[in-house]
Structure formats: structure tokens, C-alpha cells
């Protein structure tokens, strides 16, 4: 049993911590300190933040996006193209893809991928508000914007066989090499792939 070394308040911080993604105890155990020392610049306003998103942060019910306002912001901005939309498993994937800036469309995030064992069918998933809005007749386009997974394609072709009777065009993702990326250093998967998706230069 490892000897306490802080009060339990600061026990607690170093717990919370070290449950946040890419956080383990010593991080935790830096980034506890880390705050303490700078109180007054860090610790008292990123409290006072936690605690007014706690208050305000709202999942959005059109696209599942997280925001303090419901629909969100992207859902309701007028300048999005509504007739493209984006489907991603997790809000991460909808802000990376923002970051790119590359489409100014609107998403919807499927909360996960299926994975029957894990127990994740589509009732787990945000699958029938998905159907919902492209029965809906605004959609001409769906991104399949998932992993390169086995569950993420499984996921697209289920979706796909879902979405077959609508008139909606299906895309995905092209998936090969990356941007500055040297052939001898990418695995054999993602040089298969980039071979069966070759296009004419």
C-alpha cells in the first residue's frame, strides 16, 4: 500500500486526473502539482470553467455534437451546406475534421461503432436519428467518415444496407497514403488500400 503524500483533497485531483485519456498516476501526479503551484492563473479558473461547462455543456439531439446550445452551432449555421453531411463515430472525429476546414457541411455522430462483442448494436448507437434525418429528403450526400477499422467498416456496411432504399449518395473516405508519407515506412494494409484506390493523375 502506497503512503499517502497529500491531504485528500489533493488526492482526489490526482485521481480525477489520472483518468482523463493520456493521463496515468505520475502524469496526474505532474499536472496536480503543476496546478497547485500556479493557483491563482490555473487551478481557480480552470475550476471556475469545469464547473460553468459542467452547468452549460449540452449534447446536441439533431447531430449528437457537443456545444452549450441545442441544436448546435454547426446545425444551425446557415452557411453549412445541408445537403452533405458527414457521418463520424465520436465528437473527436467531427473537430478533426473541422480543423481541416476542408468542407463546411454538417455532421452526425454515431456515438461509437457496432461491436457485437462489446455488446454495441445500432439500438446503442445514434443509428435511427441518422434514417430519420435522410428520410427527411434535404440529404444529397453521406460521408462514411468512420475508422479503418473492422468495427468502423463493419459499421459502414451496415449503415449502407440501412440507407439502400433512399435516394442519397454514398461515400467513404479514401483511405491510402498519407500527405509526406514515405512508402517503405506504411503497413502492407494501408499500401493495399491506397492501390485499389489509385486515381488518375
Not at 20 to 37: D, E, F, M, Q
Not at 48 to 58: I, L, N, P, S, T
Not at 138 to 148: F, G, H, M, S
Amino acid at each position: 500500500m502506497s503512503k499517502r503524500i497529500a491531504g485528500p483533497e489533493i488526492e482526489r485531483l490526482i485521481q480525477l486526473l489520472a483518468k482523463v485519456p493520456g493521463l496515468g498516476p505520475r502524469s496526474a501526479r505532474r499536472a496536480a502539482l503543476h496546478l497547485i503551484k500556479k493557483k491563482e492563473q490555473l487551478l481557480s479558473p480552470l475550476a471556475a470553467a469545469m464547473g460553468e461547462a459542467a452547468d452549460k455543456v449540452r449534447i446536441c439531439s439533431t447531430c449528437g455534437n457537443v456545444d452549450t446550445s441545442d441544436p448546435c452551432m454547426i446545425c444551425t449555421d446557415p452557411r453549412r451546406d445541408a445537403a452533405t453531411l458527414i457521418v463520424v463515430e465520436d465528437v473527436s472525429d467531427l473537430w478533426a475534421l473541422e480543423r481541416a476546414a476542408a468542407m463546411n457541411v454538417r455532421y452526425h455522430v454515431l456515438g461509437g461503432t457496432l461491436s457485437p462483442l462489446d455488446g454495441i448494436g445500432p439500438d446503442q448507437l445514434n443509428i435511427r436519428s441518422l434514417i430519420d434525418r435522410i428520410a427527411g429528403g434535404e440529404v444529397k450526400e453521406l460521408i462514411l467518415a468512420v475508422n479503418a477499422t473492422v468495427e468502423g467498416q463493419t459499421t459502414a456496411h451496415y449503415l449502407t444496407d440501412q440507407l439502400s432504399g433512399f435516394e442519397v449518395k454514398i461515400t467513404r473516405l479514401a483511405h491510402g497514403v498519407p500527405v509526406g508519407g514515405e512508402l517503405d515506412y506504411l503497413d502492407e494494409g494501408t499500401l493495399a488500400a491506397a492501390l485499389r484506390s489509385r486515381t488518375a493523375f
